[in-house]
């Protein structure tokens, strides 16, 4: 647009050019003509000048709403990134829980089920392996022995050595003392339901049939 005034201006110059041959008069008159040149000019850089302030105006108005808009932006993917952080904290911690949840209803059933299975186990060796009479076995004791002695059903001895291996599995031997009647060991050590320690013949643990 500057460029185009600048054109008129040149173009509108030629009349005065020409016009500096007249005398008198027209010189006042083609003065007047100049300085209304030179003003309209003026004004219409004054309006470029408004133009152009107002378009920067505009231009700055604009930055700042992107900026703003970023800065909101960049705020929203910084609030998305803490929440996905801490959803898969509790995704995490959920399925912790919901597995220890899990465990922990095994370990009560399979509880349950050694409850049930000892029960089980120690009606049928009551009926079918029963401790001997008293009278008869303080007669096959030597009378060194102590007759007070009470001994221990086979029941009670597999419930021991069960326990022992459950929980003391690094050392699940269980120490023979006059309690256990000889022939309940034997039976044991001989079906190959226990074992001897390698060292101590006194002392037996539970086969391990689960490894």
Same mark, same amino acid.
């Given at each position: ?106 370990? =009560? ?48 001895? =597999? ?5 022992? =291996? ?46």
């Amino acid at each position: 647009m500057l460029k185009l005034m600048v054109i008129n201006f040149l173009c509108l110059g030629k009349p005065l050019n020409r016009g500096a041959k007249f005398v008198g008069a027209q010189k006042t008159e083609s003065g007047d003509w100049f300085r209304g040149i030179l003003q309209k000019l003026d004004h219409d850089l004054e309006m470029v000048l408004s133009a152009v302030q107002a378009k920067n105006k505009k231009l700055k108005e604009d930055f700042k709403r992107e900026q703003e808009w970023l800065e909101e932006q960049q705020q929203l993917i910084e609030a998305l990134n803490v929440t996905e952080k801490e959803m898969k904290t509790q995704v995490i911690q959920f399925s912790e829980e919901r597995a220890f949840q899990g465990l922990k209803s095994k370990m =009560l059933k399979i509880k349950a089920y050694k409850e049930e299975i000892l029960s089980a186990l120690g009606e049928f060796l009551e009926e079918h392996f029963p401790l001997p009479d008293k009278d008869e076995f303080v007669k096959k004791k030597n009378s060194s022995d102590d007759p007070t002695i009470q001994l221990v059903t086979l029941h009670e001895i =597999l419930e021991n050595l069960i326990n022992k =291996l459950m929980d003391t599995p690094h050392d699940p031997y269980l120490i023979i003392n006059s309690s256990f009647w000889p022939p309940y060991i034997e039976l044991l050590l001989r079906y190959g339901i226990a074992l001897r320690h390698p060292e101590d013949p006194n002392r037996i643990r539970l086969e391990a049939f689960h490894q």
